[in-house]
């Protein structure tokens, strides 16, 4: 792994209630040498996942509508790490990630007509998917590749879409794409990041703490993707009953009748 060198930076976080967002805060919470702009859309969901962010001077919330471009630019203005962990389960038709993106970008698109020849780009750093990389999905069989892109095709159609708007212009930001194969609610075992491989699972702990490591490392600034995985990520048994039933659900979600529907059911009582 690369040597760190820390900077003092603001870092701005967009997606802080989710799985793997909840883990970058907090990590992030706990080294009060950088100052965070965290951007939710609901200021009740944030604070009662964490209380202490009201009397936190390390902390600035910008409450909003994702689409609201004033909110996103009030967010990222000075930041000079982006960290963007917004994302869904991919059994939706959502546009979540598309319009997240476009959000962004016209955020910084703003705040660089601004800045005029001060503009220095951010590094921004964007939840993606190993299915969406040759090299790190090349081990699977096709088969297997086959049912997870297509078991999940809604969910990877908002993917593409967002990241065709984020490498439109490389002159608004430096981006990163991190990359993970299966995500597990399990504890962590250790952030393995390579630029080479990508193990089967990763658990959101790591994942999170990983996106942390790729923010305040300058020795991976120059990397475009890079995998993450959990260091015993790949005991593939452990993962086969995980991997079967959301193979499952995605397959019904896409292909029974009202089984978009039945699923939102589903998840408001879960």
Known sequence: MAESRMRKYTIALLGCTGNTGKVVLRTLLAKPEYNLNIY???????????????????????????HDTNVIVDCVSGASVIICTLGSDGMSPDTILGDSAQALVNALKLLKEQKGAAWKAPRLLYLSSASENERFSAPRPRFVHWMITTAFQMGYI???????????????????????????????????????????????????????????????????????????????LRYAPIIATKLFLGFFVNFFPWGVQIHRFLERLW
């Open 158 to 236: 908002d993917l593409q879409r967002a990241q065709r708007i984020l490498l439109q212009d490389p002159s608004l930001c430096s981006l990163l794409l991190v990359q993970s194969n299966v995500l597990v609610d399990e504890p962590g075992t250790g952030s393995f990041i390579s630029a080479e491989y990508a193990k089967l699972g990763c658990s959101y702990h790591d994942l999170g703490n990983a996106f942390v490591e790729l923010a305040i490392n300058d020795g991976y600034r120059k990397l475009e993707t890079v995998a993450v995985s959990s260091r015993d990520g790949d005991k593939a």
């Open 40 to 66: 939710a859309r609901s200021a009740k969901k944030l604070c009662s996942q964490f209380p202490e962010l009201g009397d936190n001077d390390q902390v600035k919330m910008y409450i909003g509508d994702i």
